[in-house]
């Protein structure tokens, strides 16, 4: 297989404080050059609450700032392992949005919605979003993560195209052992037709088995799909997969080839490097051995040429880590992190890595911007053991250097989670748990209610735990009194709800009496003047 020729480089990104939020899952969105980061680890904290942030890279160095969602905005998830892809409204459009499907919530739930983000605005101070939720009809995916999204074009018409991944075992072959194992989804290919938001599912004979954390790359009206990791039979795909899809004005037609050529990978990494070029970075060969080995992907026509490219000089902490993850960073470079827990102080901070995939001359007359349109995998390591493909996850993403101003960065260490957390243990007789707890007000969402009480410093209460009515609790957020919690109240002469006024009954005046005279005769008024002058 020949080599191609361009050489890549490798370069150390600074760690930064909050860089825990990145972990294996993650999503990046590219916006206008502007990158977000998406799909943080847990649920978001008061300092971001959309759990969306701008990803600052300067000079090799990451930070993060909260982003903001419009007024007509749906509720959002961090998601891990979803399918995320971009829609335009043409092949040629400028405009586009990104397409969210699946993922895993922190409680490890399994998500069957499909979102559509778009950016609303953008400033040095606030950047905002619009996020919208999709109603979906017809053969609708289950609920799902690991797997691959893209979007055809054909006949001026556009569908996206959903594939692969894994789902918890259906409840009734479930049991109490194995109770949130997980299954390869069935290879049935999904359209999902955005403009009348119906589903239609295709079961076609070349397509046997289940595959998750693959890599699928599109052009015009073809998909091709290579490698990714098989459950039930634990090996990865030597196949390379063809999806063309003809969209006449009648049903659409889908079909499938398996071509020569593949290459036996999951978690890889696919950059875009050029109008029909992609780099293929990373992932695993087998359960215990990762690959380090790059490819160029070239798609012209209807035909797809796959060879060997010079790899970077990987780093030894590179090469004798035991699991590794990354991102496409568009235009041809790629984050990439490999666990720090042995060498940083923060078991779950990681060290990040910037990939060039194009040679020096190309990356001074072209800055670092891009789309996305990868989709990766790789090992969570708070699920099961590294080289295990049974937790791989998938992302894309881009980025580049942003020119913005270091105002209003988020820093997770402003936020001191056993203080002022929503899963903190509030009083002896909380009972609120993040694995099984469920919105008891009509106002939560994603997170339990809380209240802060008054007594020495202040400590924040869960309402729940408190007995609050959610009247009362509307009640105390809108009034200026302080609140103590039920083991203060005794302690503090406060307020644990506003007291109950008691209006006094006025009581009706009586009337005066009316003056009276004495009528005396004579000899008795003599006798009482007598008496009244003595």
């Given amino acids: 297989m020949a080599q191609s020729p361009n050489k890549m480089s490798l370069q150390v990104a600074s760690a930064i404080s909050n860089s825990s939020l990145l972990q294996p899952g993650f999503s990046l969105l590219n916006f206008d050059?502007?990158?977000?980061?998406?799909?943080?680890?847990?649920?978001?904290?008061?300092?971001?609450?959309?759990?969306?942030?701008?990803?600052?890279?300067?000079?090799?160095?990451?930070?993060?700032?909260?982003?903001?969602?419009?007024?007509?905005?749906?509720?959002?998830?961090?998601?891990?392992?979803?399918?995320l892809c971009t829609l335009r409204g043409n092949a040629e459009s400028d405009e586009y949005q990104y397409i969210i499907h699946g993922g895993k919530t922190p409680n490890?739930?399994?998500?069957?919605?499909?979102?559509?983000?778009?950016?609303?605005?953008?400033?040095?101070?606030?950047?905002?979003?619009?996020?919208?939720?999709?109603?979906?009809?017809?053969?609708?995916?289950?609920?799902?993560?690991?797997?691959?999204?893209?979007?055809?074009?054909s006949q001026g018409k556009s569908m996206s195209v959903i594939f692969g991944g894994r789902a918890y075992t259906p409840l009734a072959q479930r049991t109490t052992e194995k109770?949130?194992?997980?299954?390869?989804?069935?290879?049935?290919?999904?359209l999902v037709d955005f403009e009348f938001g119906c589903c239609t599912s295709y079961v076609l004979p070349e397509l046997q088995d289940g595959l998750a954390f693959h890599v699928s790359v599109a052009r015009n009206d073809t998909i091709y799909i290579l490698g990714g990791?098989?459950?039930?039979?634990?090996?990865?795909?030597p196949s390379l997969y063809k999806l063309k899809v003809d969209l006449p004005l009648g049903s659409p037609a889908v079909t499938c080839t398996?071509?020569?050529?593949?290459?036996?990978?999951?978690?890889?990494?696919?950059?875009?490097?050029?109008?029909?070029?992609?780099?293929?970075?990373?992932?695993?060969?087998s359960d215990n051995q990762k690959r380090l080995v790059?490819?160029?992907?070239?798609?012209?026509?209807?035909?797809?040429?796959?060879?060997?490219?010079?790899?970077?000089?990987?780093?030894?902490?590179?090469?004798?880590?035991?699991?590794?993850?990354?991102?496409?960073?568009?235009?041809?470079?790629?984050?990439?992190?490999?666990?720090?827990?042995?060498?940083?102080l923060i078991s779950d901070a990681n060290y990040f890595y910037i990939l060039r995939c194009k040679g020096a001359e190309e990356d001074q007359e072209e800055e670092l911007t891009a789309q996305i349109s990868s989709q990766t995998s790789t090992e969570d390591p708070g699920d099961s053991t590294p080289f295990e493909d049974s937790e791989e996850f998938?992302?894309?993403?881009?980025?580049?250097?942003?020119?913005?101003?270091?105002?209003?960065?988020?820093?997770?260490?402003?936020?001191d989670e056993s203080e002022t957390g929503y899963w903190i243990t509030c009083s002896a007789s909380c009972n609120i748990d993040i694995n099984t707890w469920v919105p008891f007000y009509s106002t939560e969402l994603n997170k339990p209610a809380m209240i802060l009480c008054s007594s020495g410093a202040g400590h924040w209460v869960h309402a729940q735990c408190m007995d609050l009515s959610e009247s009362m609790l509307l009640r105390l957020s809108e009034a200026n009194v302080k609140y103590f919690c039920n083991e203060h109240v005794d302690l503090n002469k406060g307020l644990q709800t506003p007291k109950k006024v008691v209006h006094l009954k006025k009581q009706p005046m009586k009337p005066l009496r009316k003056k009276t005279t004495m009528k005396l005769t004579t000899p008795a008024k003599k006798s009482f003047l007598r008496r009244l002058f003595e």
């Fill in 108 to 153: 490890n739930d399994l998500s069957d919605k499909i979102y559509v983000m778009s950016l609303v605005s953008k400033n040095s101070k606030k950047t905002t979003l619009q996020c919208v939720e999709k109603d979906l009809g017809g053969d609708v995916p289950e609920a799902r993560y690991g797997h691959t999204i893209n979007v055809v074009h």
């Fill in 394 to 415: 998938c992302f894309s993403a881009e980025a580049n250097s942003f020119d913005v101003d270091n105002t209003d960065t988020y820093n997770e260490d402003d936020e």
């Fill in 258 to 285: 398996i071509l020569p050529g593949g290459i036996s990978v999951s978690s890889a990494i696919v950059t875009q490097t050029g109008d029909s070029e992609f780099v293929l970075v990373g992932g695993y060969q």
């Fill in 229 to 237: 990791h098989s459950l039930q039979n634990n090996t990865r795909s």
């Fill in 33 to 83: 050059g502007h990158v977000f980061f998406f799909g943080q680890k847990g649920w978001p904290k008061r300092s971001c609450p959309t759990g969306v942030f701008l990803l600052d890279i300067k000079q090799n160095e990451l930070k993060m700032k909260p982003a903001f969602f419009s007024k007509d905005s749906c509720y959002l998830p961090p998601l891990r392992y979803p399918a």
């Fill in 294 to 344: 790059c490819n160029t992907i070239v798609l012209e026509d209807s035909k797809i040429e796959i060879v060997e490219r010079a790899s970077p000089d990987w780093t030894p902490d590179i090469k004798h880590c035991r699991m590794w993850f990354g991102c496409d960073m568009g235009k041809g470079s790629v984050l990439l992190g490999i666990p720090g827990a042995n060498k940083q």
């Fill in 179 to 190: 109770w949130n194992s997980v299954v390869d989804c069935l290879p049935s290919v999904f």
